[in-house]
Protein backbone atom coordinates (compact mmCIF):
# COMPACT_ATOMS: atom_id res chain seq x y z
CA UNK A 1 0.00 0.00 0.00
CA UNK A 2 1.10 3.50 0.00
CA UNK A 3 3.68 4.66 2.16
CA UNK A 4 3.82 7.98 3.44
CA UNK A 5 6.99 9.22 5.30
CA UNK A 6 7.99 12.37 7.75
CA UNK A 7 10.98 13.08 9.75
CA UNK A 8 9.31 13.37 13.37
CA UNK A 9 11.06 16.35 14.81
CA UNK A 10 12.22 19.60 13.76
CA UNK A 11 13.33 22.37 16.01
CA UNK A 12 13.58 25.93 14.88
CA UNK A 13 14.29 29.72 16.64
CA UNK A 14 12.07 32.26 16.23
CA UNK A 15 11.98 34.07 13.44
CA UNK A 16 13.50 31.25 11.14
CA UNK A 17 12.33 29.46 7.94
CA UNK A 18 10.75 26.31 8.76
CA UNK A 19 10.98 23.54 5.81
CA UNK A 20 8.56 20.16 6.68
CA UNK A 21 9.39 17.18 4.20
CA UNK A 22 7.14 14.48 2.92
CA UNK A 23 7.43 11.67 0.80
CA UNK A 24 5.24 9.28 -0.91
CA UNK A 25 5.57 6.14 -2.62
CA UNK A 26 3.45 4.49 -5.31
CA UNK A 27 0.74 6.53 -6.30
CA UNK A 28 -0.23 10.42 -6.98
CA UNK A 29 -3.22 11.51 -5.50
CA UNK A 30 -5.33 14.68 -6.98
CA UNK A 31 -4.68 16.75 -4.17
CA UNK A 32 -1.89 16.83 -1.61
CA UNK A 33 -2.84 18.23 2.14
CA UNK A 34 -0.68 19.63 4.96
CA UNK A 35 -2.46 20.10 8.34
CA UNK A 36 -1.53 20.91 11.52
CA UNK A 37 -2.28 19.70 15.36
CA UNK A 38 -1.77 21.39 17.96
CA UNK A 39 -2.03 19.63 21.48
CA UNK A 40 -5.10 17.59 22.73
CA UNK A 41 -6.73 19.37 19.93
CA UNK A 42 -8.45 18.20 16.01
CA UNK A 43 -6.44 18.76 12.88
CA UNK A 44 -6.30 21.80 11.35
CA UNK A 45 -6.51 22.20 7.64
CA UNK A 46 -3.37 24.59 6.93
CA UNK A 47 -3.10 24.69 3.27
CA UNK A 48 -3.38 21.73 0.00
CA UNK A 49 -1.87 21.73 -3.22
CA UNK A 50 -3.37 20.24 -6.58
CA UNK A 51 -1.25 17.64 -8.52
CA UNK A 52 -1.09 19.85 -11.77
CA UNK A 53 0.92 22.65 -9.82
CA UNK A 54 4.70 22.50 -8.29
CA UNK A 55 4.26 25.89 -5.82
CA UNK A 56 2.10 27.33 -3.97
CA UNK A 57 1.95 29.95 -1.74
CA UNK A 58 -0.59 31.60 1.11
CA UNK A 59 0.37 34.04 3.02
CA UNK A 60 3.84 32.57 5.19
CA UNK A 61 3.22 29.10 4.07
CA UNK A 62 4.87 27.92 0.75
CA UNK A 63 4.20 24.27 -0.73
CA UNK A 64 6.41 22.83 -3.06
CA UNK A 65 5.76 19.30 -5.12
CA UNK A 66 8.32 17.14 -6.83
CA UNK A 67 6.27 14.60 -8.58
CA UNK A 68 8.95 13.00 -9.92
CA UNK A 69 10.64 12.70 -6.70
CA UNK A 70 7.34 12.27 -5.05
CA UNK A 71 8.26 14.89 -2.56
CA UNK A 72 5.86 17.43 -0.87
CA UNK A 73 7.70 20.20 1.48
CA UNK A 74 5.92 22.84 3.42
CA UNK A 75 7.79 25.95 4.31
CA UNK A 76 6.85 28.67 6.96
CA UNK A 77 8.43 31.74 6.63
CA UNK A 78 9.53 34.14 10.05
CA UNK A 79 8.48 30.78 12.13
CA UNK A 80 7.00 32.06 15.54
CA UNK A 81 5.99 29.97 18.80
CA UNK A 82 2.35 29.90 18.14
CA UNK A 83 3.47 27.77 15.00
CA UNK A 84 4.85 25.13 17.14
CA UNK A 85 2.73 21.82 16.52
CA UNK A 86 2.62 18.61 14.98
CA UNK A 87 2.01 18.78 10.93
CA UNK A 88 0.63 15.78 8.72
CA UNK A 89 1.00 15.54 5.08
CA UNK A 90 -1.88 13.75 3.25
CA UNK A 91 -2.97 12.40 0.16
CA UNK A 92 -5.78 10.11 -1.35
CA UNK A 93 -3.95 8.37 -3.01
CA UNK A 94 -6.02 6.16 -5.06
CA UNK A 95 -7.46 4.81 -1.82
CA UNK A 96 -11.62 5.48 -2.46
CA UNK A 97 -11.22 9.03 -0.60
CA UNK A 98 -9.39 7.95 2.33
CA UNK A 99 -6.74 10.21 3.37
CA UNK A 100 -3.54 8.27 4.30
CA UNK A 101 -1.09 10.05 6.23
CA UNK A 102 2.47 10.56 7.20
CA UNK A 103 3.40 9.90 10.83
CA UNK A 104 3.54 13.74 11.58
CA UNK A 105 6.20 16.11 12.08
CA UNK A 106 6.62 18.34 15.49
CA UNK A 107 7.50 21.32 14.90
CA UNK A 108 9.09 22.89 17.89
CA UNK A 109 10.28 26.61 17.86
CA UNK A 110 12.31 28.33 20.13
CA UNK A 111 12.27 32.09 21.72
CA UNK B 1 -16.58 28.00 7.09
CA UNK B 2 -16.20 24.35 7.09
CA UNK B 3 -17.01 23.71 10.41
CA UNK B 4 -16.72 20.33 12.28
CA UNK B 5 -17.79 19.99 16.12
CA UNK B 6 -17.78 16.84 18.16
CA UNK B 7 -19.47 16.13 21.47
CA UNK B 8 -18.00 15.75 24.25
CA UNK B 9 -15.15 16.99 24.03
CA UNK B 10 -13.53 14.69 27.09
CA UNK B 11 -15.49 11.63 28.45
CA UNK B 12 -13.94 9.62 31.37
CA UNK B 13 -16.47 6.27 32.03
CA UNK B 14 -16.40 2.71 33.73
CA UNK B 15 -15.41 -0.43 31.91
CA UNK B 16 -18.13 -2.25 31.11
CA UNK B 17 -20.35 1.14 29.87
CA UNK B 18 -21.08 2.46 26.43
CA UNK B 19 -20.54 5.65 25.18
CA UNK B 20 -21.57 7.66 22.43
CA UNK B 21 -19.79 10.52 20.77
CA UNK B 22 -21.07 12.71 18.14
CA UNK B 23 -19.63 14.57 14.83
CA UNK B 24 -21.69 17.09 13.39
CA UNK B 25 -20.80 19.34 10.18
CA UNK B 26 -22.43 22.95 10.82
CA UNK B 27 -22.15 24.98 7.72
CA UNK B 28 -22.08 21.99 4.93
CA UNK B 29 -23.47 18.79 4.27
CA UNK B 30 -21.33 15.63 4.50
CA UNK B 31 -22.29 12.32 2.65
CA UNK B 32 -19.60 11.11 4.27
CA UNK B 33 -17.55 11.14 7.67
CA UNK B 34 -14.67 9.45 8.94
CA UNK B 35 -13.71 8.19 12.47
CA UNK B 36 -9.70 7.93 13.02
CA UNK B 37 -8.24 6.89 16.69
CA UNK B 38 -5.19 8.65 17.27
CA UNK B 39 -2.98 7.30 20.26
CA UNK B 40 -0.11 9.51 22.09
CA UNK B 41 2.30 10.99 19.66
CA UNK B 42 1.74 9.00 16.72
CA UNK B 43 -0.97 9.28 12.97
CA UNK B 44 -4.28 9.20 12.88
CA UNK B 45 -5.45 5.22 12.42
CA UNK B 46 -8.44 5.47 10.45
CA UNK B 47 -11.19 2.99 12.04
CA UNK B 48 -14.36 3.42 9.17
CA UNK B 49 -15.95 5.39 6.61
CA UNK B 50 -19.31 6.54 7.13
CA UNK B 51 -22.00 6.80 4.85
CA UNK B 52 -25.04 8.69 4.94
CA UNK B 53 -28.14 6.54 4.34
CA UNK B 54 -25.69 3.06 4.79
CA UNK B 55 -24.10 0.85 6.59
CA UNK B 56 -20.52 2.07 7.19
CA UNK B 57 -17.34 0.69 5.98
CA UNK B 58 -14.37 -0.81 8.73
CA UNK B 59 -10.68 -1.15 8.52
CA UNK B 60 -9.11 -4.43 8.82
CA UNK B 61 -9.15 -5.05 12.26
CA UNK B 62 -11.82 -2.70 13.15
CA UNK B 63 -14.93 -4.54 15.97
CA UNK B 64 -17.88 -3.38 14.03
CA UNK B 65 -19.59 -4.63 16.72
CA UNK B 66 -17.63 -2.54 19.42
CA UNK B 67 -17.59 0.72 17.35
CA UNK B 68 -20.92 1.45 16.18
CA UNK B 69 -21.77 4.05 13.59
CA UNK B 70 -24.67 5.99 12.57
CA UNK B 71 -24.65 8.25 9.90
CA UNK B 72 -28.51 9.21 10.15
CA UNK B 73 -28.33 12.75 8.40
CA UNK B 74 -26.21 14.84 5.82
CA UNK B 75 -24.80 16.80 9.24
CA UNK B 76 -24.35 14.00 11.92
CA UNK B 77 -22.40 10.81 12.14
CA UNK B 78 -22.10 8.97 15.82
CA UNK B 79 -19.58 6.54 17.22
CA UNK B 80 -20.47 4.18 20.33
CA UNK B 81 -18.17 2.58 21.79
CA UNK B 82 -19.77 -0.54 23.39
CA UNK B 83 -18.88 -2.14 26.50
CA UNK B 84 -15.90 -0.15 26.81
CA UNK B 85 -12.61 -1.48 28.27
CA UNK B 86 -9.49 0.80 29.61
CA UNK B 87 -7.83 -0.56 26.03
CA UNK B 88 -10.28 2.29 24.29
CA UNK B 89 -8.65 4.46 26.02
CA UNK B 90 -8.12 6.93 23.12
CA UNK B 91 -8.20 10.17 21.13
CA UNK B 92 -11.01 9.61 19.01
CA UNK B 93 -11.28 12.37 15.78
CA UNK B 94 -14.16 12.69 13.19
CA UNK B 95 -13.83 13.95 9.83
CA UNK B 96 -16.10 15.29 7.43
CA UNK B 97 -15.99 15.39 3.46
CA UNK B 98 -17.42 18.53 1.89
CA UNK B 99 -17.93 17.11 -1.45
CA UNK B 100 -19.94 19.89 -2.83
CA UNK B 101 -16.69 21.83 -4.20
CA UNK B 102 -17.88 24.64 -2.27
CA UNK B 103 -14.22 25.28 -0.33
CA UNK B 104 -12.91 25.20 -3.60
CA UNK B 105 -11.78 21.69 -3.31
CA UNK B 106 -13.62 19.24 -3.44
CA UNK B 107 -13.72 15.65 -1.01
CA UNK B 108 -11.25 17.71 1.59
CA UNK B 109 -11.65 16.20 4.92
CA UNK B 110 -12.64 18.90 7.49
CA UNK B 111 -11.72 17.61 11.35
CA UNK B 112 -13.16 17.97 14.43
CA UNK B 113 -11.55 18.69 17.61
CA UNK B 114 -11.42 15.23 18.77
CA UNK B 115 -13.10 13.55 21.94
CA UNK B 116 -10.30 12.27 24.71
CA UNK B 117 -11.80 9.15 25.90
CA UNK B 118 -10.41 7.70 29.17
CA UNK B 119 -12.14 4.33 30.18
CA UNK B 120 -11.59 3.54 34.16
Known amino acids: GEDVEQSLFLSVREGDSSVINCTYT??????LYWYKQEPGAGLQLLTY?????DMKQDQRLTVLLNKKDKHLSLRIADTQTGDSAIYFC???????????FGQGTELSVKP | GAVVSQHPSRVICKSGTSVKIECRSL??????MFWYRQFPKKSLMLMAT?????????EQGVEKDKFLINHASLTLSTLTVTSAHPEDSSFYIC????????????????FGPGTRLTVL
Open chain 2, 50 to 58: SNEGSKATY
Open chain 2, 95 to 110: SARDGSGRAGVTDTQY
Open chain 1, 90 to 100: AGTFNQGGKLI
Open chain 1, 26 to 31: DSSSTY
Open chain 1, 49 to 53: IFSNM
Open chain 2, 27 to 32: DFQATT
